[in-house]
C-alpha cells in the first residue's frame, strides 16, 4: 500500500500546495481520496486521468471534491473512452459538482455508489470501513485495510469524538484533520479539530504514525507538529505534496518526497 500526498491546505489552495487529496495504490489499484481544490495537476503528473480506478469522497466540501469535476471532464473529452468511473461518497456530497456541466454530459463517465457512514465495503483490494464523524456536514471518516493487513485510517473533516480513535485503531498511518494547533475558535470547535487533539487520539488508538492535513493556510508547520508530539509518541509530520508514504512499512516509512515537517508554509526542511 503506498499513499502519494496531492494536498493538503484547508479551506482553499495556496500557491505552493492544494486542498485535500490523496492517491492511495494498493495491488497496481489506484484511489483518489478526497480531490479537493488544486489536486488534479499534481495528480496528473503522476497518472493519467484514465488511470483513477475509483474515487473516494468523505463529504461534500469543495476544498474535498472540487477538483473531480476537471477529473471527470478529462476522462469524457480526453479521447481514451474509459470505463465509467466509480465513485464512492455520503448520498448527496457530490451533487453540486456533478451538477457543474450540462446535464448528463457525465453520465456514462461516473457511476455514484452512496456510503452510509457505518457501513463497511469493498473497493477493489480495499476493505473499507466508515464511521460518522462530527462535521458541518455529513461526514464518513474511513479506515482501508489492504490484503496484507496494512491498515490506512483517515478522519476527513471531523470534530472532537470518540470515534476517532476507534477509526484508527492500530492503524500504520493515521491522516487526522488538524485545522489549528492548540485550540479551534469556539464557533467551530464542534466541527474541527486541533493538532493536539490529533496527537492525543492518535496516542489513544496505538497508532504507528500520524500525519497531519487540512491545516488552516498561513498555519506554521512546525506548531502543529509541536502540538501533537505533547501527546503522540510516534513520528508526526504534516501532509504536503509529494510526500510519498507506505502504511505497514516499517513505521509507515517514508519514502519519497519533502520530510513533511517545515518551517513554515512553503519552507520544508529536509529529514
Known sequence: MELTVLGGRGAWPTPDQGCSGYLLVCDGFRLLLDPGYATLPPLLARIRPEDVDAVLVTHGHPDHCADLNPLLRARALGGSAPPPLPLYSPPGALDAV??????GMLDGFRTPHGITAGARLRIGPFDVETRLLPHFVPNAGVRLTGPCGAVFAYTGDTGPSPEVPELARNADLFLSEATHPETVPPEDAAHLLSARLAGRYAQQAGAARLLL???????????????????????????????VLRPGAGESAEVGGPCAEPGGPGEPDRC
Open 98 to 103: 456533478l451538477a457543474l456541466d450540462r446535464p
Open 213 to 243: 492535513t487540512h491545516l488552516w493556510p498561513g498555519t506554521p508547520h512546525r506548531d502543529a507538529v509541536r502540538a501533537a508530539r505533547d501527546s503522540f509518541a510516534g513520528p508526526v509530520s504534516v501532509a504536503v505534496p509529494g510526500t
